[in-house]
Nanobody, 127 residues
Framework: VQLQASGGGSVQAGESLRLSCVAS????????MAWFRQVPGAEREFVAN????????DYADSAKGRFTISRDNAENTVYLEMSSLKPDDTAVYYC?????????????????????WGQGTQVTVSS
């Protein structure tokens, strides 16, 4: 599975951005797709995920109420709509896919449980 992320950029606090991630290859094996973010010197942080075959979603507390993850299965694309952006949202955002099937939600918040990664896209929010 190959993932191609796009949509990052530089915005002012309070503005919005939409990230896109297009999946190609053996997409039929994908169970869940997610967005993580990372700042220099820190570990990759979970942002949101969405189950590929039904509409289950999960969000980090920092994303709830401001970010929306969605998917277009016909286009093999996952989106992350980010609104009310804050300087603390500044990071490189990574798209990820997991072919693993877990019974519970919590494993899908862990980066090591994702076996496919796209290149990052930089999001910079200035105050």
């Amino acid at each position: 599975v190959q993932l191609q992320a796009s949509g990052g950029g530089s915005v002012q606090a309070g503005e919005s951005l939409r990230l896109s991630c297009v999946a190609s290859g053996r997409t039929m094996i994908v169970d869940t797709m997610a967005w993580f973010r990372q700042v220099p010197g820190a570990e990759r942080e979970f942002v949101a995920n969405i189950r590929w075959r039904y509409s289950g979603t999960d969000y980090a507390d920092s994303a709830k109420g401001r970010f929306t993850i969605s998917r277009d299965n016909a286009e093999n694309t996952v989106y992350l709509e980010m609104s009310s952006l804050k300087p603390d949202d500044t990071a490189v955002y990574y798209c990820a896919a997991s072919s693993r099937n877990y019974k519970f939600i919590s494993p899908y918040r862990v980066s090591r449980n994702y076996n496919y990664w796209g290149q990052g896209t930089q999001v910079t929010v200035s105050s």
